[in-house]
Each structure stands twice: as C-alpha cells, then as structure tokens.
C-alpha cells in the first residue's frame, strides 16, 4: 500500500480527514487531522492488540486516564486501527491542548495542594493500570521530582505507551521500569515518594476531589504523616505499590480517620475485573468490528463504561446513530461526567448531518433555555417521522393529537417493542383500543393496568363498569388518584350522585377542586359544573367562578366571576368572598400603583382569619402557610398553622395533609412522628407522590427504628418521573452516600432539574452550589437562590436549619455525615 493511500485509509479508520504525517516520537508515529473541523494531534502507538480482551482493558484505561484533571489531557480519546493485518491502538487530543503537564504547573502556578491533586489522578490512574498489569511508559519514577522545598515537580510527562507487558516489551523490559517500585536516589532529587503520597491522599478522599477542593483539614495530619515515613523509608526497601494497597486495606498502616470497610468497598469497586456476559459475547465480537448495528445494539445492552466507549467508536464512522448515543451518554451521565453542553453539541453535529433524531435531542436541549426554538426543532422532527418527537411536543404543548401522529409512526411490525421503547401511557391505550378482538383488548388492558399504566386503569374501568363494578371501581379510584383527568371527573359524579356507591360529598368536592386547582378544564367538567351551578349549589357556583377567574376553557372574564361569587355570598359561601376581596383589591393596585396595598401579596391578616373562621377552606390554606412562614403580616406561629392546617384536612386537603405531615414530623416526639405517618399515608392514598417521598425519608431515617436508605432510594426512584421532591431526596442520598465523583454529578443534575418546578429543588441546588459538590462552587448564585427561597415553604429546610431566635449566628446543621450542609449567615438570606 502507497504511502498516499496509507494516509487515507488510516485517516478514515481514525474518523479523521486531510491527515498527514508528523514527526516520530519514542511511542509511535505522530498524524495531524481534522475531527468535525477541528485540528487534532494523533500517535499511533507501538505495540499490537491481539485479542478482545486486549481491547476492552484498552478502553478502561482510556476511561481512568481521562479521570486526570489538567487542561493539557482533559479532550484526549482512544480507539483502534486495523493497519496491516494488525489491531494498533492510537490516541487523539486537540492539537491546541499539545502542551506537557509540567509546563500546565508552571503557567497556571498551581498550589501546593492544586499539584498535590494533579498528581493524585496520574497516581490512581497509573494504580489502575498496574492493577491489570499494563504498565504506562511515559510516567516513571525518573518523571517526579523534589524541588528544595521538598514540592512535587513532573520533569517531563509525554501521553506515554500503553501496552499490555505480554504484547509489547519482554519481562525484563517490564521489572527494569516497573512503576512504584523502582528504588531511586533522593539526593539527586529523583523520586517516586510523592507518587506514594498523592495516591494515600487520593484513596483517604474516596474520589477525584474537584479542581478548587482544599485538603480536609482532618487529613492534612495523615497526609503529613505518609510523606514522613516514606521520606525516612531506605529507598531500596521501599514496598511495591501492590503492598502498600493491602497493607491499607488489611489495615496494617493506620490513617487516623480512615473508616476501612468504606475505603474497601471503593478499591473493590475501582479494580472490579468486568467479565464478559457469555450472550454478548458474539455482539461485542462484531461491534469491535466495527459492525455498526451491533455496536448501536450493544450500546443498549451493556454497561456505562462501554456503551460510552461503543458509542465513540460508532460516532468515528460518522454514525449519527453513535454520534447522537455519545450525546446520551453524555446528557445522562452515563460511563462519564455528566455534561449538558458537550451533550448539545454532539446532537447539533447529528442534526447537521441530517438526523432527525439528533433534530429532537437538540430540540430537547435547547428547550431549556428557548422554549420557541426548542418547541420549533421537536415540532420539525415529529413531523418528519420521529415518533419520541411527537410524543415529547404532546407533553410540552397538550396537543394530544400529536399523541394520535406517534402512533401512527411506530412500526407495526414490532409494536411492542415499540411501545416498551417509548414507555408512553397513553401509546399504550391506543393500541389496546386499535384490537378488534374485544376479549384480547380487555386482557391487554388489564396488564398495562397492573404494571401501573394509569390510563389502561381509566381505559379498563370504563369497558368493564357494568360488568365488575368492584374491580372497575378499583382501577377507576386508582386512576382518578394518580391524576387521570376523566378518571377524576367520574368519580366526582359516581360520588356525588350516589352512582354505585353511598354518596360522599367530600371526595367528589376534592376530586372536583382538585382539577380546578390543578387549572385542568375541559367540556364535561365544565357542563357538570355549570348543571349544578344552576341548581344554585353555592360549592359549584364558586367553581364556575373560578374557571372564569383563571380562564379554563373560556377566556378569562374578570367581570362574569365577580357576577358568579356575588350570587355564592349570597349562598353564603365563604371561599367566593374571598376571592371578590382578592379581584377587589387587585383593582386598587392597578388604580393606584403608589398605594400601601401595592405591597401585598394577599388580604390582611385580619380578614383572613375572618374569611377562614366563616368556612374558607382556600383563606384557613392561606392563612397556614403564613403562619408557617411569618410573612404577609403573620408572626411565625407553628401552633397557628397547625391549627388552620387541620381545618383544610377535613375537606381532604391533599397539599394541608402534607404540610402537618411534614410539621408534625420534625417534632421530636414519637406521637406526632405516628401522627405525621398517619397524614403521610392519609395523603399517599389521595395520590399526592410527595407524601409517599415522606414515608420513604423516614424509613431512610429510621423514625420508627427500623431504618434502611437503600429501600428508600427504591421509593424516591420511582417517583423522580412524577414528582420533583422525590428528585431532591434521591439527589440528597447521593450526596449522603456518593463514593465516585459520578455520584455527586448526579446529585447535582437530580437538584437541578426539580429546582425549575420545585422550591425544595432550588433551595437544594442552592445547597450544593454553595459547597460546590457536583458542580463548580458559585456562592454568590447560591446565596441569590437562597434569597429567592427566603418567604417560600421548603421541606427540606426544615431538616437543613434548626429554628433560632438568634437569625445572626452563623450555624451549621448536619442532617448525617454528609448530607445536607448549609450555611446561614446574615439576614439577607436567613429562614
């Protein structure tokens, strides 16, 4: 083969284009390409891997390497040629970031501390290596110096060789520049110690500590104390780093703070040999053949590790399908740190290419922060023939004809497949209903019903009501509590009217206000609504007010509500007095904006009391939460708020069950942690997930002795998909129990996503920001969250900060050994 062609070939191999060739080096031959038009740097390395084995050890190392924190490695990649009948592995980083470690050290003049953390992640990663007896070239006792401060210096790092001992260099190459265990000459001020010392400190902090993590300074003693004892150890009789690891580990060496089963968990995880599952055995065979559909297939399979690594060597084909499964891994986190911003970019290079799928998860993307712009990408690829598209615009705009659009784009073929895919409810109805064998239908129904398809519940509930009505009326409830619109209107009537069952007033009123409340309308509630409004029920009379007040289905029409709750005073209905004082004073502000009352939130604290002890349910809500806060001219008055928080409780207040539950919780008494369960299971049977979340921190919490995290991490996953304080507390049992660096990320990403919808969320963003764990440290944006959560009612504070008079003092509260921290320090920001 020319040398032309041979450029070429490997150019295409490497997903590179106009490559050429550069200047050797003492680990293989250097290329220049372009990769998405950006200059790269390629050495394609000595050394032939032979086997499968050999490869996926290959792409664990690449994996640990890019666990290193400088700027110099942060981009660097890794895959495998086939050049000559051989397998040769390569290297490929931005050609910008060609520049050694130790020039990183002097430009950026790191700290003590800052190199100390540099060198733990070469330590670990080169740890890793050993383990799997690979040895890495490019590091060497020689490479690590002492300065007359006794500071740690590289002399020079290079990418390095990485070869298995077996294929590369014979065993005697291998003992001559075996790492860790080389005896050096201190004098000279050639030494591995440090390499000891950043690897102690690493294993005593259980992770990759962030760029801006400072020492704990209950470890500084212990980190003082290694660097001694290998200073004053005889360089010749220095211990193998393979012993050092199990004299720890049998706890032969004493760290003072060391909890060893903790530390043994992680070096098991760390050096967890991945053996091969035998039925992907022929699937990952012709995925490292670069079979593309089997590489997009073991993608799905397999675990994070490899699916990201998979999903790189598919995206060097330029398969979209790749590309936009390395966006995924990204987005999610998956085998990597999680980032949004490189996730978009990689879903704007499939979109670029034409894929209408990379179309949508950019849509998706760009949806957070341009909801026209992401509405428009999503819109353009539903209609274009991607059925999660469709989907996803259903959801974001309520068009449920978009739902119908999905359906019909799924492939029939493969229909249940299609549907365990999507994992869409209503997709499954659809097709339950589009059986023409009716007996088939009820079955199929019956199934995605017992998996918890809400909307199968409803579906079958309504073909089977005059059949089994005690198992119709079941799925029917179940529906109807888990928030099925129509579900929810059905039992109102069943309940009102007496249809089946006694007659229950208060359940049908709770069903009906919560729909209302949840500013959920459509034509039946509204006739249902207006029927009774006629007979002149004063409770319907104010729910057709208030459809006209907040505008469901009609155009909101401020006067024909004023009309509406005039005539409910005169049934003497408390609530529709209310809300004629709130329309009334939002008049007065607009007619006077200087005026007192333009700083109001709501009507005074005297009026409300009033309204609430005439029977407003919606003022006694008011007036609890003031209370519970002391804001709109309330003092902050548990007691009081307990008392208006049971009043909305005898109307099946969902939001007011809660609320106690959650007051009486945080008592320390173990009557009212009975009665907070008793609410919390009151309310978990009304539908309402957050008090199901509850249930589960107690268990977490052990309230009632017996305490188990791991199944209350069972419960708060799932919930996450429908409820935002479940978010939070899985974020928060990440924080309490995250050994790897992955699982702070997620904590942060957990928080981050609830805190759009939640308070708890963004209070508890604002936690983590504030500490910087899973996401760089930005006190001043903590501190401006803080301040937007300071007259809102959060859960969680309530375990975060212990009431004080003294709202000066600087206090610290820990809910466990790492969970929740949070700094209260001034006025400005204090609870």
Known sequence: MDSDNFLKELGIQMGLTDLT?????????????????????????????????????????????????????????????????????YIKYPFDDLIRLSDVIDKY??????????????????????????????????????????????????????????????????KEYKLYSAPETIKSQKSDLYSYAVLSYYILCMGMPEPNFKLPSGRILSFQRMLDELINCDPQFRLPFREIVNRFLTGEILIPGTDMKYFQRYMSTMIKFNNQNPQLKILRSKAYNFDIK???????????????????????????????????CFEKGRGTTPDIQRATEYYDIANSLGDEE???????????????????????????????????????????????IAYMQLNKDKIEEELKRYKSPELEVRYCND???????????????????????????????SENRSESMKFLLAAAYNGVPQAMLDVAEIYYKGLLVDTDESLAFYFLRRLINSNICFQELFDFVK???????????????????KGLLVRKNIAEATKTFKRGMQLENADCELFLERIQLEEEKKENPKSDKILQNDLSKEKLIELAKKGSTYSASSCALYYSLGINGFEKNLDFATEYYQQCCKIL???????????????????????????????????????????????????????????????????????????????MHYYANGVTEYDFHRASILAFESAENCKDGLFYSGVLLYEGVGTAMDKEQAIEIFKKCKNEYITIRQEAVSYNEDENEMQRYFRSHRELEYLLNNNDISV
């Open 435 to 465: 059986l023409q064998n009716n007996a088939l239908k009820l079955k199929k129904l019956q199934k995605f019903a017992n998996s918890g398809n809400i909307y199968a519940k409803y579906e079958y509930s309504r073909l089977t009501r």
């Open 653 to 731: 207040d969902a939001d007011a069950i809660f609320h106690l539950g959650v007051i009486f919780l945080y008592k320390k008494s173990r009557e009212f942690h009975e009665k907070a369960q008793a609410l919390f299971e009151e309310g978990s049977k009304l539908g309402d997930p957050r008090c199901d979340v509850m249930i589960a921190s107690m268990l977490r919490d052990g309230v009632f002795n017996y305490k188990s995290s791991s199944d209350a991490k069972v419960v708060f996953e799932n919930y996450i998909s429908n409820c935002d304080l479940a978010k939070v507390y899985l974020s």
């Open 109 to 174: 003049n790191f700290s003590y501390t800052e190199q100390a953390i540099i060198l733990a992640g070469i330590a670990a990663s080169m740890g890793y290596l050993e383990e799997l007896g690979v040895s890495h070239y490019g590091l060497n006792p020689f490479c690590v110096c002492l300065n007359k401060e006794n500071q740690p210096i590289i002399q020079c790092y290079g990418i390095g060789l990485i070869a298995n001992k077996s294929s590369a260099y014979s065993d005697e190459d291998y």
């Open 358 to 404: 990379g179309r949508y998860h950019l849509g998706r993307m760009i949806y957070r922060t341009d909801q026209e712009k992401g509405l428009e990408l999503i819109h353009e690829a539903s209609i274009n023939g991607v059925a999660a598209a469709s989907i996803e615009y259903a959801k974001l705009t309520g068009q449920r004809r978009f739902l119908d």
């Open 531 to 549: 029927y009774y409004r006629d007979l002149g029920r004063p409770f319907f009379v104010f729910l057709f007010g208030l459809i006209h007040y």
């Open 294 to 328: 089997a590489m997009n297939e073991l993608f799905e399979l397999t675990d994070d590790m490899e699916a990201i690594y998979i999903a790189y060597l598919a995206s060097l084909r330029n398969d979209t399908t790749g590309i936009i499964n390395l966006g995924l």
């Open 21 to 89: 060739i550069g200047e050797p080096t003492p680990f293989g031959q250097s290329y220049y390409g372009n990769f998405f038009n950006k200059k790269q740097f390629v050495i394609l390395l000595n050394g032939n891997y032979e086997s499968e084995l050999d490869r996926s050890l290959f792409a664990k190392q690449l994996e640990q390497i890019a666990m290193i924190r400088h700027p110099g490695l942060s981009q660097m990649s890794g895959s495998f040629v086939f050049i000559n009948n051989q397998i040769r592995p």
